[in-house]
C-alpha cells in the first residue's frame, strides 16, 4: 500500500496543463522475480518515476515503454524474459531468472474512473480491495485493454466485456479465497476473450503499541518507512515529537476502549510495566486480533497466566496461535532498533503465513504459487 500512497502523491504533484503520464504494473510472473503481481511504476512524460516493477535491471528499459504509452495513448504488454539471463535482452544481465508480464497503461487524469483514481478511492479502506484490470481483448473492443475496476464499476465491466456478472464474481471469489491475485481468461458468447488480472490489494497494516519508553520511537520509525498505520498508547508527556508526527493517533491508557481491531491489525504490549500490560491482555486477549505480542521474558508470560487463572479466564496463553510471547524473531536483537526490526518481521511473517526462517532453507520458490 505504501506504494500506491507514493503514486497517488506524486500524481497530485503533476502539472498536468505539460505533462502527462502512464502506469506500468506487473501483470503475470513466471519463475523468479523480485517483484510479484501488483509492482507498479508511475511515470510522468518528463522522465520522472516513482515506484518499480523489479529491485532496479528493468526501470531504464520500462521508462521507455511508459513514454511510449503516452505517445501512442494507448495500452500495451511487454514482456521481459529472463530465463536465460540473457545480457542483451534488454542491455543488462538479470540474475532473477523469470518471466515478467508488465502492462503499460496512460493514465488519464480527465478520467474520474483512471487508475490513481481509484486507488485514491481504496487506499484508507480497513478490508482487502479486488481490483480487475482488462490485459487483452480478442475480438472484443481495442479501448479495452488497461482499463480498470473496482466493486463500484464491476457491472460496467460486465457490459463492456458481455461476460456475466455472476461468472465475474465467480473468479473474484477465487482469489478473495485463496488470497492470491490471478490472470484469467474470460470468453463471451460471441467468442470474445478477455485476459483479466484480478487482484487482491490489502490494506495496510495496523499496529497498536502500549508503551511511551525510548524503544517505541525505534518502532515508529521501523514501520513508519514500511507504510503501517500506528497507533500509540501512552503517556504524552513521555512520548516523542516524532512519534505524534508518524502516529495516527495517541491515546492515553484510559483510553484503550476505543481501540478498534480488524483482521489486519496488530497488538503490541511494550510498555517494561507488567501491570499496564496484564490490564491491556485482560481487556483483548479473548479478540480475534490476528497478532497480539508481548515484550519480555517467558517468565513474565508465565505470572500473567497465573493472573489470568485467578481472574476467571478460561484459557491457555501457549495455546492461543495468536500470542506471540516473547514477541519478535530470534535473530540475536539487543538495541532498540534491532529489537523493532525482529518484532516488525515477525508481524510481517504472521500476516503473509510464513514461519520467519531462513529463505536458504526454504524448499522451491521463495514466493507462494499463484
Known amino acids: 500500500m505504501k506504494e500506491i500512497e507514493k503514486i497517488i502523491a506524486r500524481y497530485e504533484q503533476i502539472d498536468w496543463k505539460k505533462e502527462q503520464a502512464a502506469l506500468g504494473t506487473v501483470v503475470n510472473v513466471a519463475g523468479s522475480s523480485y517483484r510479484r503481481i501488483g509492482a507498479r ?84 479502506k480497513r478490508s482487502p480491495t479486488i481490483m480487475l484490470q482488462i490485459l487483452s481483448a480478442d475480438g472484443g473492443p481495442s479501448d479495452l485493454p488497461g482499463q480498470f475496476f473496482i466493486a463500484d464499476n464491476f457491472q460496467e465491466l460486465s457490459d463492456k466485456t458481455a461476460v456475466s456478472l455472476a461468472e465475474i464474481k465467480e473468479k473474484i471469489d477465487i482469489v478473495y479465497r485463496k488470497r492470491k491475485s490471478k490472470v484469467f481468461s474470460l470468453t463471451n458468447t460471441t467468442g470474445a476473450t478477455f485476459e483479466v488480472l484480478v487482484e487482491l490489494i490489502r490494506p495496510k497494516i ?54 478498534e481491531f480488524d483482521e489486519h491489525s496488530a497488538l503490541l504490549m511494550m510498555s517494561h510495566d507488567y501491570k499496564t500490560d496484564l490490564s491491556i491482555l485482560k481487556k483483548f486477549v479473548q479478540h480475534p ?75 522451491g520458490s521463495i514466493y507462494d504459487r499463484v
Open 289 to 363: 486480533i490476528p497478532y497480539i505480542g508481548v515484550l519480555g521474558p517467558k517468565k513474565r508470560t508465565e505470572k500473567m497466566q497465573d493472573a489470568l487463572n485467578e481472574a476467571g479466564y478460561n484459557l491457555d496463553l501457549n495455546e492461543l496461535p495468536n500470542l506471540f510471547a516473547p514477541i519478535g524473531l530470534d535473530i540475536g536483537a539487543e538495541n532498540p532498533e534491532e529489537i523493532a526490526l525482529c518484532i516488525a518481521a515477525e508481524i510481517i511473517a504472521v500476516f503473509r503465513n510464513r514461519k520467519g526462517n531462513f529463505l536458504r532453507d526454504r524448499e
Open 206 to 259: 495496523k499496529v497498536v503499541c502500549i508503551g511511551d519508553n525510548y524503544d517505541i520511537n525505534a518502532f515508529v520509525n521501523i514501520v513508519d518507512e514500511l507504510g503501517w498505520e500506528i497507533h500509540v498508547v501512552g503517556k504524552s508527556r513521555k512520548l516523542s515529537k516524532n512519534v505524534f508526527h508518524k502516529a495516527t493517533k495517541v491515546y492515553t491508557l484510559e483510553a484503550c476502549d476505543a481501540l
Open 41 to 124: 511504476l508511475f511515470v510522468s512524460s518528463n522522465g520522472e518515476w516513482i515506484g518499480g516493477i523489479s529491485g532496479g535491471c528493468l526501470e531504464g528499459d520500462a521508462l521507455k515503454h511508459a513514454q511510449k504509452a503516452i505517445l501512442k495513448d494507448k495500452s500495451s504488454i511487454v514482456v521481459y524474459d529472463t530465463t536465460e539471463d540473457d545480457p542483451h535482452q534488454i542491455g543488462v544481465g538479470l540474475g532473477c531468472n523469470g518471466r515478467i508480464e508488465v502492462l503499460f497503461t496512460p493514465v488519464k487524469q480527465e478520467n474520474p474512473n483512471n487508475q490513481i483514481e481509484l486507488f485514491k478511492r481504496i487506499v484508507d
